[in-house]
T-cell receptor, first 111, second 114 residues
Framework: SQQGEEDPQALSIQEGENATMNCSYK?????LQWYRQNSGRGLVHLIL?????REKHSGRLRVTLDTSKKSSSLLITASRAADTASYFC???????????FGTGTLLAVQP | DGGITQSPKYLFRKEGQNVTLSCEQN?????MYWYRQDPGQGLRLIYY???????QKGDIAEGYSVSREKKESFPLTVTSAQKNPTAFYLC?????????????FGEGSRLTVL
C-alpha cells in the first residue's frame, strides 16, 4: 500500500491543551496537505505545505515538514471541543500527481 | 453556493444489484475523484477523471465503473462484481493538473449491502 501512516491513531485531550499529530509518507511529494473530517461528513482542506517549505501557520494550526525523514506534523494549539474530528494527511505525489492519504488520527477534545 | 453534491446520502442494496452514486459539482473544476473509506483505513482511490470523456483507474477500481460525459458530473456505479461494497463513498474535485491538488469533497454516500 502507498498509504501514509499517522500517529497516534487516536488522541484524547482536554480543552485548552495542544494536540500534535504526526504523518509519515513513502514517496516523494510536491506538497503535503492536512484535512479534517467530522464524523459521517466529507473532508475539509485545512492547510497545505510545499516540499520546499519547513513550517507553515494558519490560525491555531502549525504544520511542519521534514522531507529528509518523509514526515510531517500538525499542531493544533488551545484546542476546543469543536476540534473533535479525524485528521488526515495527504501527500501529492510527484510522478502521479495524485493525493495519497494517510490512515488518519481521531482527535477527541474533552470539554 | 459553489460545491459538490453527492446523492443519495444513504443507500441500501441487495446482493447482486448494481447501484449508481451521483456526484455533481459547480466549481468549474476539471478533475473529479471517487474515494472509498472503510473504518481505520483512510481513503482509497477508486477512479479519477482529469478531463471530460476521460478517466483512469485508481488503486481499487475492480467492481466499479464511472463515466464523465459532462464536466459537472462524475457518477459511480457499484456493480455486483464488487465483493464487499458496504462502505462510505466520497466524491471530490480539484482544479486539475498543474495546480496544488487541493481537493473539495462532497458529504459522502453511505452504501449498505443487505
Amino acid at each position: 500500500s502507498q498509504q501514509g501512516e499517522e500517529d497516534p491513531q487516536a488522541l484524547s485531550i482536554q480543552e485548552g491543551e495542544n494536540a500534535t499529530m504526526n504523518c509519515s509518507y513513502k514517496t516523494s511529494i510536491n506538497n503535503l496537505q492536512w484535512y479534517r473530517q467530522n464524523s459521517g461528513r466529507g473532508l475539509v482542506h485545512l492547510i497545505l505545505i510545499r516540499s520546499n517549505e519547513r513550517e507553515k501557520h494558519s490560525g491555531r494550526l502549525r504544520v511542519t515538514l521534514d522531507t529528509s525523514k518523509k514526515s510531517s506534523s500538525l499542531l493544533i494549539t488551545a484546542s476546543r471541543a469543536a476540534d473533535t474530528a479525524s485528521y488526515f494527511c495527504a501527500g501529492l505525489g510527484g510522478a502521479t500527481n495524485k493525493l495519497i492519504f494517510g490512515t488518519g488520527t481521531l482527535l477527541a477534545v474533552q470539554p | 453556493d459553489g460545491g459538490i453534491t453527492q446523492s443519495p446520502k444513504y443507500l441500501f442494496r441487495k446482493e447482486g444489484q448494481n447501484v449508481t452514486l451521483s456526484c455533481e459539482q459547480n466549481l468549474n473544476h476539471d478533475a473529479m475523484y471517487w474515494y472509498r473509506q472503510d473504518p481505520g483505513q483512510g481513503l482509497r482511490l477508486i477512479y479519477y477523471s482529469q478531463i471530460v470523456n476521460d478517466f483512469q483507474k485508481g488503486d481499487i477500481a475492480e467492481g466499479y465503473s464511472v463515466s464523465r460525459e459532462k464536466k459537472e458530473s462524475f457518477p459511480l456505479t457499484v456493480t455486483s462484481a464488487q465483493k464487499n461494497p458496504t462502505a462510505f463513498y466520497l466524491c471530490a474535485s480539484s482544479m486539475g493538473q498543474g495546480n496544488t491538488g487541493e481537493l473539495f469533497f462532497g458529504e459522502g454516500s453511505r452504501l449498505t449491502v443487505l
